[in-house]
Each structure stands twice: as structure tokens, then as C-alpha cells.
């Protein structure tokens, strides 16, 4: 068995950077984000980057940071309202935006990774964003065809790793990062524990090890927060 | 006296039924979760992959990784499962999901919906949207009758870009109850509000509509 741990986020990340690259990379807001490997693409200086990601972070949080610099050319993702600088980027046209459907965007990760071409979904059908894609009537109803997404480079995080690279995720950190961990040319997966490898259980292994090139423990958390809502305890409403 | 946004999130809530399992937007879709009627258990799903979605953390005990899809923190129930987006979506898309209630910026007679971009205004993105009206199988939306300017939400045609073509069930706003059936009938007015009377709402409605008052 090859060892695919590396010490060093930068180790991990060492020979797969190139300028005018596709990125994908997991998390939904910055819930489930390879933090430590973005920081480590924002000081390589790659330039002309494709991410591809649900939401493209928060400002000065997750991709927020290539956009602080100016890596971003073109992003693919469902929601982009958390992001000033974004915004910012996107009306003065520095960086160009294709909107996907969020589950769309999920489906063509997931066929990019599973080898399918392309597939047909009701989502999406009459609205601005069929326009220019194949429509198919199936059993009556309307579908347009939506195609799989691959990238050069797959950033997924994962809760646990093994050093055979089979992941396990922690409850809604898990989102888009199955899928893109199977999509990326090469995969690379930041841990919040390396562990030793027959610790997982097969049985719990979310991502198998064959989707994975590398994996990397990151250190200095804790995880950002960025809508922290709560509730009073019982007791406390009972005594106010 | 018009419904107030709890009234209109406890006549949503008066929608669901025993055993469903509904997807909520956010604003006063949200609300809904408060007015559940008594013997009606159903579970919540978020779209970035939690099924059983319970309420907010007690302050101090909140985890980063258990968020909804408007990315608050919210707690796990005894039922609760995760997925990975795709999975979850493939909920929505394969219309595993009861019943979606949602907002909108406009409504069309036929059950268009638009909600999602202004022209000439910053587009955030459809998020789940377009997938949830597409693929849910009772589709509910929940907003303000009329915009600020004093036009109708409620219109013949949609004038904004559409998030979903013939995908709405029912309106319900602070003035009344619509029935749209995805537009395989004309709009229906199913209830008003307290004091609200067919010669009002008319007036502040621009799609023509039967009337049927249950």
C-alpha cells in the first residue's frame, strides 16, 4: 500500500498547480471547507483559476481568499450572496459567474466522477438557465440535458482519513465533497485526523480510497461559524 | 384586518400533514416550523444534506459542522441522517419530497415562479430553488401580496426571469388563499384574511381568478 499522507499541506499540494487551472473544492458556505489547501493555492500565486464550488466563501474566509488576490477568472456555483468582494468582482466583470442549479451542480459533479457525459433533469426547464441546453421530452414531462463536470484538481475536506486515503466526513461538513473527491484529475483531501489505516471500518468509509491521491492532516482549528443561532436553555426562559 | 407574517406562516403550517417531509425557505417559510399542528410529525430536510433537520443549539452548543441550509446551527434529532449533497437532492429531484414552502418575488397565473434574479441587479445564484420547485411534490408559496411600489406579486405573466414553469400549488398571502394547481386550471381563491373582502383583493391582484371560499 502507498502512503498518500503527506506532512504538509503545501507537500500535498506539491507539483499540481498550473496557471489557468479547474479547481473544485468542497463546502457549503464554509461548512466542510479545505481551508488549510486554499490558503496554500493563494500563496502559490497560480493565476486564471476555474473554481468550481457551491458558494465561493465568505469575505476573507475559503475561496474568499483567491478572490482577495485576484486568482479567480471564472466560477461555477449555485449561490454567490455571502461575498461582497465577489460581488464587487462580478459587476466590474473581473471574474465571470455560470450559475448552477445547487443540485444540478451536485448531479454533474457526481457523473463527472461516475463517467457519465451528460444526463436530463426537470431542473431548471423554462427558466434563463435552459437557454442553449438540449430539451427532451420524457413520459410526457420536460427535461434539459445537463453535462458532467471533471476537474484538474479535486480540494475535498474530510473529517477522518486514512493513510490509503479513505475518508470519512462529519455530519453537514460532508455536502458537495463525495462528489468532487471522485471528479478531480487529482484528489487531494485535508483531515481533520490522520488516522491509522484499518481504524475506519470499511463499513463507515464514505469515500474509498481509490478517489483519493493524497491526504493531509491540518492543524490549528477551531471551525468559523457563520450564522450562529441559539436558544435559550429551559430553565433560563423559566427564570426570566 | 389582513394575516400578520405568524398568521401567515400558521395557515402554511396548516398544510402539512402527518408524515411528510418538507423542505422550508427561508423568511417566513421558516416561521412555519413554529405553527406544526398537534399530532402532525413530520421530519425537515435541509438540501446541504441533513434529514431531520431539530431546532437552534442551546447557546454554547452550537457545532460548525450541523447547519442548515440558510447556514444557521441547528441540532440533530433522534432521527436525523446525513448526506452528501447529491443524495440529497436526488430527494428533491425524485420527488421523495412532500412539500416545499418557499418565497417569491413573482407568481403567474399558470404557477410560474420567479424568485431568484432582478434584471440589472446583482444575481446571488438559484441556490436549491430551482430544484425544489422542480422536483417537490406540493409546492406552497408563502409572500407578501403586493411589492413595495403597490404592484401585484400575484400577475398574469411573470416579468421576471423564472426560477421553475408550472410549478406552484398554492399562494398563500396576507390577504388570502389562491389555489393555482401548476396552472392546469385558472387561479382559485380559496380564503381571505380577516376582513379582507373579493373586492379588495381583486383590486390588488392582477391575474383573473374564480372565486370559491371555503
Sequence with gaps: MVDKARARAEEALDGLLFDGMSIMAGGFGICGVPEHLIAVIRDSGVRNLTVISNNCGVDGAALGLLLETGQVAKAISSYVGENKLFAEQYLTGKIEIEFNPQGTLAERIRAGGAGIPAFYTRTGVGTPLAQGKEERTFNGERFIMETGLVADLSLVKAWKGDHEGNLVYRKTARNFNPMMATAGKATVAELEHLVETGTLGPDNVHTPGIFVDRVVESHAYPKRIEKLYTRPRPETAGAA | ?214
Excluded at chain 2, 413530520?42 to 446541504?48: D, F, P
Excluded at chain 2, 441522517?81 to 419530497?97: T, W
Design chain 2, 1 to 214: 384586518m389582513a394575516w400578520t407574517r405568524e398568521d401567515m406562516a400558521m395557515r402554511a403550517a396548516k398544510e402539512l400533514k402527518d408524515g411528510f417531509y418538507v423542505n422550508l425557505g427561508i423568511g417566513i417559510p421558516t416561521m412555519v416550523a413554529n405553527y406544526i399542528p398537534e399530532g402532525v410529525n413530520l421530519i425537515l430536510q435541509s438540501e446541504n444534506g441533513m434529514l431531520g433537520t431539530g431546532p437552534f443549539p442551546y447557546e454554547g452548543e452550537a457545532d460548525p459542522d450541523v447547519i442548515n441550509a440558510g447556514k444557521q446551527t441547528v441540532t440533530e434529532l433522534p432521527e436525523t441522517s446525513y448526506c452528501s449533497s447529491a443524495e440529497s437532492f436526488g430527494m428533491i429531484r425524485g420527488g421523495h419530497i412532500n412539500m416545499a414552502i418557499l418565497g417569491a418575488m413573482q407568481v403567474a397565473a399558470n404557477g410560474d415562479l420567479a424568485n431568484w434574479m432582478v434584471p440589472g441587479k446583482m444575481v446571488k445564484g438559484p441556490g436549491g430553488a430551482m430544484d425544489l420547485v422542480a422536483g417537490v411534490r406540493r409546492v406552497v408559496v408563502v409572500m407578501e401580496h403586493c411589492e413595495k411600489t403597490g404592484a401585484s406579486k400575484l400577475v398574469t405573466e411573470c416579468s421576471l426571469p423564472l426560477t421553475g414553469a408550472n410549478v406552484v400549488d398554492m399562494v398563500i398571502t396576507e390577504l388570502g388563499v389562491f389555489d393555482l394547481a401548476r396552472g392546469t386550471h385558472a387561479p382559485v381563491l380559496l380564503e381571505l384574511a380577516p376582513g379582507v373582502t373579493v373586492e379588495e383583493i381583486t383590486a390588488k391582484t392582477q391575474f383573473a381568478f374564480t372565486v370559491a371560499l371555503t
